[in-house]
Each structure stands twice: as structure tokens, then as C-alpha cells.
């Protein structure tokens, strides 16, 4: 077992813990970045923004390149994990709700 295998194995809920830290850490470290390149195509995203988009945006890039995480094959299962689906449309919501389009730079 590697260091990664070693730290992936702490889960809540059949999620990995490592995961969503190394995302949100992630996040926060791009978050500025992404915000000044978006705001060039007038679009302005507080940073904050950031943090709650990157579950609904996690699961739409799995999904687009095939790779079915746990939470990305719960969300899609039409029969159950209600509550999975009500948390990520809701940080979906939380995520879009400050976004402004500019109309200078």
C-alpha cells in the first residue's frame, strides 16, 4: 500500500476523506487565479464562489471523462441519495448566486 492508498482509506460515508481536502485545498489555491480569468471574459466569480462550486463541478468533469467516482454515480442514480442531491444543487445555487456579468474590465 503506497502513501496515497494509506490516506485514501479514512472515508465518512463511503467518501474519502484525502479527496475533499486535496479539492478544497485545491480550490482555494486556483481561486484567485480563476477569478482574474474569468473576470478578462467579463464575467466577475468571487473567490468564495469557488469553494462551493467544486462538488457540482467535480462531478460533471467524472462524468465527462468516464470516471464514476461514488459520489458522482450516487448523484446520477435516479432511485436514491436524495439528500446528495439536494446538498450539491444546493452549493450549485450557493455557487452561481454572486456571479456577475461586467460590462467594463
Known amino acids: 500500500m503506497n502513501f496515497i492508498e494509506f490516506l485514501r482509506q ?3 460515508g463511503g467518501f474519502a476523506v484525502f479527496d475533499f481536502a486535496v479539492s478544497f485545498l485545491g480550490i482555494y489555491l ?7 480569468l474569468f473576470l478578462k471574459i467579463r464575467i466577475e466569480i468571487p473567490k468564495k464562489n469557488w469553494l462551493f462550486l467544486i462538488l457540482p463541478i467535480s462531478i460533471v468533469v467524472h462524468f465527462l471523462f468516464g470516471t464514476m467516482t461514488p459520489m458522482a454515480r450516487n448523484f446520477l442514480n435516479l432511485q436514491d441519495y436524495y439528500l446528495l442531491k439536494i446538498i450539491i444543487l444546493g452549493l450549485l445555487y450557493l455557487g452561481f448566486r454572486n456571479i456577475k456579468i461586467t460590462k467594463t474590465r
Not at 486556483?30 to 482574474?36: A, E, H, I, R, T
Open 10 to 12: 479514512f472515508r465518512i
Open 30 to 36: 486556483l481561486s484567485s487565479p480563476l477569478s482574474k
